[in-house]
């Protein structure tokens, strides 16, 4: 197998085109779960585990499936993994998927995964759809972690239960509630585009 | 024609796969998932009662109640209580003594309080004053000072709420209780 | 923004000779009676929140403006009412960090995040306080007994009617402001003062604090004349609470109020209404800041409904 733009699509998850700051998808998992670092990054994985391996099986079939069914298609098959993940979580890590709740059976319509089936993964190659996965699932997961870490040090002082302000410190409870996570995404999808745009002004020159 | 065929026969076969896929997914991980459920009912239960070795399952009425023993002597009735908080459903274990008056101690199950206000009802701070706390003629609680008789707590500051929802599932749940089992007598 | 695009502000383009300064001074002078009854009731802890706030809030506008390459504009004064109206709505035992914390929300999230002055939807004062109220619950409802410099703290007169069910009002100490609440709000008397000042410099209009007042004052009314044991009357409600530095100071905000007489209108008795609400109905005891904010989210759709007719069409 061939694939000879691997590293660019690869990175362009990673940053250019990433599922959160950049394309603004998948928004209701990236607000309602990353109270804390742990719980988004389960999310995270649990998305990246859905997005992989549908991408794989998808790419791989794509040349069967008539256009007419295909929605449905893509939907049963990522359903499937989505159920496969829930089952998983709930019978080995039983404390974090009574956390996730509802959202874990909710990946199924996350606009992340339906969107690179349609967008990327019907036009593709297996390879070149495996790498896409595997840089969007790690942007979405890295974006989740890093939105759960600032929410859960100004909310609970820990970051993945690690305790490191001090006793000092006063808990903003705001960002526990669902307007700390709006507001924190807000500031950082700001930071994220105008980071970009100073990096790709600067390219240009 | 030709279309047609080959769009059933795609959507047929991947329903298909999909089904053995769950089906195999399901058979793995059902045992494990009831597992933990009993699990966590029994880690509660062995919370509210340290001494308990045993406990039976027994349900009176429709309620479900677990008789927690040390060595084949009754310790005392746990039992699980549900009901509204203030932003969802709190289910949690309380434990009573076999007199039916006096409280062991809560263990909260589940609960989707506002973090660092009503979520204070799973800290250990709040839950232990459950212990040997009187149940009749009702639990009450009360703001902002200590509790003075055997059956007040203290709400948590700034969410009272929440608090009073914890009491109140109690009440009913242990008014309900009383009524079953005096039957059985 | 570039300097040589052209923006037209919708109509009516009138020329007036009032200025943002004079309006803003116009404010401060109208505060200065409820700067003095803070100070009164609750001593150094009054005093040291304004200054604290009042500097914090300049300070944040001009390094934020330098930041943003924008032009520092502190000279027209509208950071200084910020800091004097986030300060009067506080509670006075409030820690210093958490006023510095909130003026930084009111600034820089509520204000110069949207554009400066003249853009930002939401009262920034008020903003911050709704922001502060979400992240410190336990700061933000923990009052203290004016007139005493210990921490004795004591339940705010709708907070005694509503939770304790406690309908023995003294209405002398409601009106002079000898009650425990946020710096600002206690005393009536200074606060309508300020109000009178305002209305006869024309600074505000007296469409909003009327139907904001009115609206409270019936809705209290009809309520207390159905069950007089549960809610109290209609003098109360004007008294107690936010209710006056909102109607008076917050809601006529020129920036976040709808232009037009109807809307106006409309806003006032919307404010009214949802205070009510939240007032009798909610689990809250207080209602004046989630009124305000949320009327001020509709006053872009207030405008543009009450548009004038062109004559004729």
Redesign the interface.
């Known amino acids: 197998m061939h694939c000879k733009n691997c590293g660019k699509e690869f990175c362009k998850g990673l940053w250019r085109e990433n599922p959160i700051f950049f394309q603004v998808l998948g928004m209701c998992p990236t607000l309602a779960v990353t109270?804390k670092a742990l719980f988004g990054f389960s999310m995270g994985m649990a998305t990246t585990f859905v997005l992989i391996s549908s991408s794989l099986v998808i790419s791989c079939i794509r040349k069967?499936?008539?256009p007419?069914?295909r929605i449905?298609?893509f939907t049963?098959?990522i359903?499937?993994f989505v159920?496969?993940a829930d089952?998983?979580l709930?019978?080995?890590f039983?404390t974090i998927s009574?956390e996730l709740g509802p959202y874990v059976p909710l990946i199924v319509v996350n606009c992340i995964i339906l969107g690179r089936q349609e967008a990327f993964v019907s036009k593709h190659s297996v390879a070149e759809s495996f790498v896409d996965a595997v840089g969007m699932g790690i942007g979405f997961s890295a974006v989740l972690v890093l939105l759960g870490s600032i929410r859960e040090l100004l909310?609970?002082g820990t970051i993945f239960y690690y305790k490191i302000l001090g006793e000092g410190f006063?808990?903003?409870?705001?960002?526990?509630?669902p307007?700390g996570a709006f507001?924190t995404l807000g500031f950082l999808v700001g930071l994220f585009n105008w980071l970009n745009s100073k990096l790709t002004s600067a390219h240009k020159i | 024609m030709r279309?047609t065929i080959?769009?059933i026969s795609?959507?047929t076969i991947?329903?298909l796969v999909?089904g053995t896929?769950?089906v195999f997914?399901?058979k793995?991980?059902?045992p494990?998932?009831l597992d933990?459920?009993k699990n966590?009912i029994k880690e509660a239960i062995f919370k509210i009662f340290p001494k308990a070795d045993t406990y039976e399952k027994d349900i009176i009425e429709d309620s479900v109640i677990f008789r927690a023993k040390e060595g084949g002597k009754l310790l005392g009735y746990a039992f699980l209580a549900e009901g509204n908080g203030y932003q969802g459903a709190i289910k949690m274990m309380a434990g009573i003594e076999p007199n039916l008056e006096t409280l062991v101690g809560i263990e909260i199950l589940?609960s989707q309080e506002?973090?660092?206000?009503g979520q204070e009802i799973t800290e250990e701070e709040f839950k232990a004053q459950f212990k040997g706390l009187m149940t009749s003629p009702k639990i009450t609680y009360v703001k902002n000072k200590p509790p003075e008789r055997p059956n007040e707590i203290r709400a948590v500051t700034g969410a009272t709420v929440s608090s009073s929802a914890v009491v109140s599932i109690l009440n009913e749940k242990i008014k309900k209780l009383k009524n079953a089992l005096q039957k059985l007598r | 923004m570039k300097e040589e695009n052209l923006y037209i502000s919708p109509g009516p383009h009138i020329f007036s000779k009032e200025s943002t300064p004079g309006l803003m001074k116009d404010v401060i002078i109208a505060l200065v009676p409820a700067i003095f009854a803070s100070i009164y009731f609750f001593k150094v802890k009054a005093f040291i929140l304004l200054l604290v706030s009042i500097v914090s809030c300049v300070v944040f506008e001009a390094a934020i403006q330098f930041l943003m390459k924008r032009k520092i504009a502190i000279s027209d004064c509208s950071a200084i009412v910020t800091g004097i109206l986030f300060a009067m709505v506080m509670p006075p035992s409030l820690?210093i960090w958490?006023c510095i914390l909130g003026c930084f929300v009111a600034i820089g999230?509520a204000k110069q995040l949207f554009g400066g002055l003249g853009f930002n939807i939401f009262n920034p004062a008020l903003l911050a306080r709704a922001?502060l109220a979400?992240?410190?619950?336990t700061?933000m409802t923990r009052w203290n007994h004016p007139l005493s410099l210990d921490a004795v703290t004591g339940a705010t007169p709708l907070g005694l009617v509503k939770f304790s069910h406690n309908l023995d009002i003294n209405y002398r100490d409601l009106f002079i402001g000898n009650v425990s609440g946020s710096l600002g709000e206690t005393s009536a008397l200074a606060l309508v003062i300020g109000g009178l000042y305002l209305l006869i410099k024309k600074a505000i209009d007296w469409r909003i604090p009327l139907g904001y007042i009115g609206t409270v004052f019936i809705i209290s009314f009809l309520t207390n004349l159905i069950s007089p044991d549960i809610y109290a009357g209609g003098l109360f409600h004007i008294l107690a609470g936010g209710l006056l530095i909102g109607a008076i100071f917050m809601a006529t905000d020129p920036v976040t109020s709808p232009v037009t007489k109807t809307g106006r209108w409309v806003f006032g008795i919307g404010c009214g209404a949802v205070t009510m609400v939240i007032r009798l109905w909610s689990g809250l005891p207080e209602g004046v800041m989630y009124a305000i904010l949320l009327m001020n989210a509709l006053m872009p759709l207030l405008n543009r409904m009450t548009r004038p007719r062109r004559y004729g069409t």
């Open positions: 109270t069967l499936v008539p007419q069914v449905a298609t049963v098959i359903a499937t159920t496969c089952y998983f709930k019978a080995n039983y009574k909310g609970f006063e808990n903003w409870v705001i960002m526990a509630l307007a507001i | 279309k080959q769009m795609v959507l991947i329903g999909s896929v769950l997914t399901y793995y991980a059902n494990l998932i933990n459920q966590e589940e506002t973090p660092g206000l | 820690p958490v999230l922001f979400a992240a410190f619950p700061f």
